[in-house]
């Protein structure tokens, strides 16, 4: 322990290794051997830039080092690889995992591999029944660890998945200490900033890369002779040759890593769950943890689901509008999400197949569901085929659809809002809190409400030529969460 007794030691180094070891998972043993192995630690020039790059600003984080990197006791991650071409509500498919040990700093990987292999290694009376639509879509009658993140709470899904993890014989199951998630985004961020790789004759770049791990995985392993339980071999040596590149990039150019981690982090594409309350409560606290917020405020959360749809959301374009009208004094809102799917049909896409739910307050009721086809035809969806329930203090409602490949459909559910909402919005006040998905790049959103009543100021404001009236529109994204707020004027 005195290693950490001053602090000016203790921040020499470690925000960076916690940005390599820990965030980045499947990269994160290597980093450290690399560096270690090259004696970048020992440079007095590099120790100073990385003391620099930790600051003030990160104390918390650093402070916490000791522990996430097991110089007090070793610490064991459960590291999951989700797949956003095949969005899921917890981000995407769990295609692969990784459990890593760190004792005093140095990571081992216990194991790494496809969630198949786990998931065939469950016991035979594995017996864990999956939610309706997986059944009836994907005729399982089992629910494995690699449907495990049925949830748009990252919180909550991986509750799911630890004890899923648990209960079919995971490595190291009763001591995992944290699971670490991250998107597909984030291997194209890192090449964008290193620049082309090449790795066992292919060249990958930020643009072909998951692609060509698809492509490996899926279909060229066989080709190589390469056996089914070994086609995921590749990512251990792509990993190696990533961190051969960042090795000395994270020390001279450190502070765009450290960027690129908080762009991800912000974005929701670096997901963090802690066993550790302590842990936990810093998680919480820097907005790691891709939880569903919880607020007496108008809220909506769109949630696709990509089932046996291959990997085709890496084609697929969404465009989401909400409005709100006042009809026959009753507040009606409709959220309307356009896809277009932009894609063909060949090895990695096919007709997006899609479980659908919009998470709007509790006390939401549904008026109606609809389609509007490429030609423009509204078809009325038997509201026996909608689905409804309560997650996490939300309302959601939910269908099953089908986009076919070239096509522009529109999905709208369209319900009359809370009595919470309108309360708030006869005292005067309306506020909104738009959600993004986990793992869902950003797709574009329109606000067009009408209050039937003058507003008075907005954050975000309107353009100047619209101040003044009963409507209030704004095109912004969700890259992020949004957040809006209008003041009205009472009605009498």
């Known amino acids: 322990m005195g290693l950490f007794k001053k602090k000016k030691k203790m921040r020499k180094w470690p925000f960076i290794l916690l940005f390599i070891v820990i965030l980045f998972g499947g990269i994160s043993y290597l980093g450290f051997q690399y560096i270690k192995k090259e004696g970048i ?107 495990s993140n049925w949830s748009p709470d990252f919180q ?51 643009d072909n890369v998951i692609e060509m791990l698809e492509r490996e995985v899926e279909y060229d392993f066989a080709k190589k002779g390469i056996d089914f339980k070994e086609r995921k071999q590749i990512m251990r040596p792509f990993f190696e040759a990533i961190l051969k590149k960042v090795g000395y990039e994270m020390v001279f150019g450190g502070s765009e890593y450290i960027e690129l981690f908080k762009k991800m982090i912000e974005e929701k594409h670096i997901l963090v769950y802690a066993v550790d309350l302590d842990i936990s409560t810093l998680v919480k606290t820097h907005d790691w943890g891709g939880e569903m917020v919880k607020n007496d405020d108008d809220y909506f959360l769109w949630v696709d689901a990509n089932l046996a749809a291959l990997k085709t959301d890496h084609v697929l374009e969404r465009s989401l509008d909400y409005q709100i009208k006042l009809s026959e004094d009753a507040y009606i809102a409709e959220v309307d999400m356009t896809y277009t799917h932009d894609g063909i049909f060949d090895w990695r896409t096919t007709r997006y197949r899609s479980y659908a739910r919009v998470y709007v307050p509790e006390g939401s009721l549904l008026k109606e569901t609809k389609m509007i086809d490429p030609a423009g035809n509204t078809q009325i969806i038997d509201p026996n085929m909608v689905d409804s329930g309560i997650e996490n203090g939300r309302q959601w409602f939910g269908v099953f659809i089908v986009i076919e490949p070239g096509t522009e459909e529109h999905l709208i559910f369209t319900y009359q809002v809370a009595p919470s909402v309108v309360k708030q919005m006869s005292s005067g006040i309306y506020n909104l809190y738009a959600q993004k998905q986990l793992g869902t790049k950003a797709h574009s959103l329109t606000i067009a409400h009408e209050f039937g009543t003058t507003i008075e100021a907005a954050t975000p404001a309107e353009e100047k030529e619209n101040w003044g009236n009963t409507q209030y529109t704004i095109d912004t994204d969700l890259r992020v969460d949004r957040t809006f707020s209008v003041q009205l004027k009472k009605r009498k």
Request: charged share 30%.
């Open 41 to 147: 630690l020992e440079n007095t020039f590099v120790q100073k830039q990385l003391k620099d790059l930790a600051g003030d600003e990160h104390a918390d984080v650093v402070d916490a080092l000791p522990t996430l990197l097991g110089f007090e006791e070793q610490k064991t991650y459960l590291l999951l690889f989700l797949n956003n071409t095949e969005l899921r509500p917890g981000g995407g498919f769990i295609g692969s995992y990784a459990t890593v040990r760190v004792d005093k700093g140095v990571p081992e990987i216990l194991i790494m591999e496809g969630t198949e292999g786990i998931d065939g290694r469950a016991d035979k009376d594995w017996r864990v029944e999956p939610p309706v639509i997986l059944t009836k879509e994907l005729y399982v009658d089992k629910w494995y660890f690699r449907d």
């Open 156 to 206: 909550i899904s991986t509750k799911r998945s630890l004890d899923f993890y648990k209960k079919e014989n995971g490595v190291a199951a009763e001591e995992i200490d944290g699971v670490i998630a991250v998107t597909t985004q984030v291997l194209e961020h890192i090449l964008e900033k290193t620049g082309d790789i090449e790795v066992q004759g292919i060249t990958f770049t930020k």
